[in-house]
């Protein structure tokens, strides 16, 4: 099974700031990423499929790059309703893996 | 807009047997791959298993290959899950998502999820 290890498991922000959550996976997996937000009692939500394409209704604060084995989703001028868990998953191969979630909390 | 919708969760004692299902709107239904997720309390997410948009392909996780079916009806816009001998282990909210397999591969739109406790 392909291994996907996200970091760090939590980070503490503030409204404004940049945010840069990591996703590493074993083997590669070439564009084959995507990331998911969850809120408390809420289902994940699609953010970024394929490394770098935003869902639409995404707002543009969110980015994604990457490739291989290294990727990297990024949260530019962080708003109050970001606050949330975000989890990376490889879409490359069954089974479909995910990351062990980034817990976003306010500083 | 797209909305799926699960049902079937209960309490169920180990061993014993549940089928959630899935209904879907919004969407062309016939026309896409789908797949259930599940979390267990506290925990991250686990994909465990998706079907074709026939219906004739079929995936499982190693954790419950064997013990769970997935299936479809396409007449019905309805997803199902069959599980089987139950472990206490399978206890977690279970989601159904639209799964866009191409070039890509992603699961665009979850339902709200059901939950499934395994307990004696």
């Known amino acids: 099974d392909i291994q996907v290890t996200q970091s760090p498991s939590s980070l503490s922000a503030s409204v404004g700031d940049r945010v840069i959550i990591t996703c590493r996976a074993s083997?590669?997996?070439?564009?084959?990423l995507n990331w998911y937000q969850q809120k408390p009692g809420k289902a994940p939500k699609l953010l970024i499929y394929?490394?770098?394409r935003l869902q639409s209704g995404v707002p543009s604060r969110f980015s994604g790059s990457g490739s291989g084995t290294d990727f990297t989703l990024t949260i530019t001028s962080l708003q109050p309703e970001d606050f949330a868990t975000y989890y990376c998953?490889?879409?490359?191969?069954?089974?479909?893996?995910f990351g062990q979630g980034t817990k976003l909390e306010s500083k | 807009q797209v909305q799926l919708v699960e049902s079937g969760g209960d309490l169920v004692k180990p061993g014993g047997s549940l089928r959630l299902s899935c209904a879907a709107s919004?969407?062309?239904?016939?026309?896409?791959?789908m797949t259930w997720i599940r979390q267990g309390p506290g925990k991250g997410l686990e994909w465990i298993s998706y079907?074709?948009?026939?219906?004739?392909?079929?995936n499982y996780a190693d954790s419950v290959k064997g013990r769970f079916t997935i299936s479809r009806d396409n007449a019905k816009n309805s997803l199902y899950l069959q599980m089987n001998s139950l472990r206490a282990e399978d206890t977690a909210v279970y989601y159904c998502?639209?799964?866009?397999?191409?070039?890509?591969?992603?699961?665009?739109?979850w339902g709200q999820g059901t939950l499934v406790t395994v307990s004696s």
């Open positions: 394929a490394t770098y």
């Open positions: 998953q490889q879409s490359y191969n069954t089974p479909y893996t």
């Open positions: 998502a639209k799964f866009t397999s191409s070039s890509e591969v992603y699961f665009d739109f």
């Open positions: 919004g969407f062309t239904f016939s026309d896409y791959y």
């Open positions: 083997p590669s997996i070439t564009t084959y």
């Open positions: 079907i074709s948009s026939g219906g004739a392909t079929t």
